[in-house]
């Protein structure tokens, strides 16, 4: 059975950083590439970040250079370095992979940056 783990959100002040996690198992983690997803009350889900299964990675405008998407393949985790958050960043932030026609998530983890 696929799942995705999500850990590491919490509450930061603006300019800290955090760093999420996300643990796969039920799939050859190696084999898919991977992505983050975040999403606020009354938005669509926006993608934030995604890495491919050589390492090659890509990211919203609003995050470059300040989020960094990594992948540990024998750990099979997927991680967001976030670094300088800012109020905006703030959402629920989701792991994904697309595998055989379909979506899959985990369960998302908070991220709120307040003073």
């Known amino acids: 059975q696929l799942q995705l783990v999500e850990s590491g959100g919490g509450l930061v002040q603006p300019g800290g950083s955090l760093r999420l996690s996300c643990a796969a198992s039920?799939?050859?983690?190696?084999?898919?590439?991977m992505r983050w997803y975040r999403q606020v009350p009354g938005k669509e889900r926006e993608l934030v970040a995604g890495i491919s299964t050589r390492g090659i990675t890509n990211y919203v405008d609003s995050v470059k250079g300040r989020f960094t998407i990594s992948r540990d393949n024998v750990k099979n985790t997927v991680y967001l370095q976030m670094n300088s958050l800012k109020f905006e960043d703030t959402a629920v932030y989701y792991c994904?992979?697309?595998?055989?026609?379909?979506?899959?998530w985990g369960q998302g983890t908070q991220v709120t940056v307040s003073s």
């Open positions: 039920g799939f050859t983690f190696s084999m898919y590439p």
């Open positions: 994904n992979v697309y595998r055989l026609d379909s979506d899959y």
